[in-house]
């Protein structure tokens, strides 16, 4: 399976080698957050593959009734879990509160409630597939993998919890924008799971 993946930033060189082959072998795109759904929109349709993504900080609220606050002919998979062709995929969106009123933020304790929800659906996975997941998107990192030292871009601590307790093997995030080359900021293994910062977007292909 070869994936998309895209988060925080529009790359407009995306636009030219969406609208020719470049992508024509692409099976699945992940938006980990952060923006624009028109892009997400557009993606989706030119490059014609599914779509799943989970919200970020600077997105809006979701509300079923409110077409501005989802990617139409996609997925929102803000903490729940899909079964696309081999692949069990989870999704949990936001990041730490940094703001009082702040979008799509919570405290390490409201994440952990997030969190918490998706455990019916991941045991009935263990129980129906023999394991709970295989891919997990969000936007923010986990508490000490990738993340950085200012409030706005601590990570996660329940996603910590989550990579222990379903052990995808691979989990992919945006949220902290690192430019330099150091493989280990944007690449890493923790236990079975390999950890990837897709900023601003990696195609990356698994077995």
């Known amino acids: 399976m070869k994936i998309l993946a895209v988060s925080d930033q529009v790359v407009e060189r995306l636009y030219s080698l969406a ?13 980990c957050g952060d923006l624009p759904y028109t892009y997400l929109e557009y993606l989706v349709t030119v490059i014609n593959a599914p779509l799943y993504y ?10 079923i009734r409110d077409d501005r606050s989802k990617a139409e002919g996609g997925s929102n998979l803000d903490l729940r879990t899909v079964c696309r ?8 969106g936001g990041s730490i509160r940094y703001r009082p009123n702040g979008t799509n933020q919570y405290t390490q304790f409201e ?29 923010s990192p986990p508490h000490g993998i990738h993340d950085d030292n200012d409030l706005a871009h601590h990570g996660l601590k329940a996603l910590n919890w ?19 080359n150091n493989i ?7 236990n079975t799971t390999r950890v990837i910062n897709v900023y601003p977007y990696k ?5």
Not at 111 to 132: E, S, W
């Open 19 to 31: 609208s020719g082959d470049h992508f024509k072998d692409i099976d699945l795109i992940l938006g």
């Open 54 to 63: 989970v919200p970020g900080n600077h997105d809006p609220e979701f509300d």
């Open 85 to 92: 062709g081999n692949s069990l995929i989870g999704g949990f």
């Open 111 to 139: 994440a952990y409630l997030r969190a918490f929800q998706m455990l019916p659906q991941l045991l009935m996975n263990r129980i129906k597939y023999g394991r709970a997941l295989d891919i997990l998107i969000s936007h």
């Open 162 to 180: 989550l990579i222990r307790f379903a052990k995808p093997r691979y989990h992919f995030h945006g949220h902290t924008h690192f430019y330099r």
């Open 184 to 190: 280990a900021e944007f690449d890493s293994m923790v």
């Open 203 to 207: 195609v990356i292909e698994i077995a």
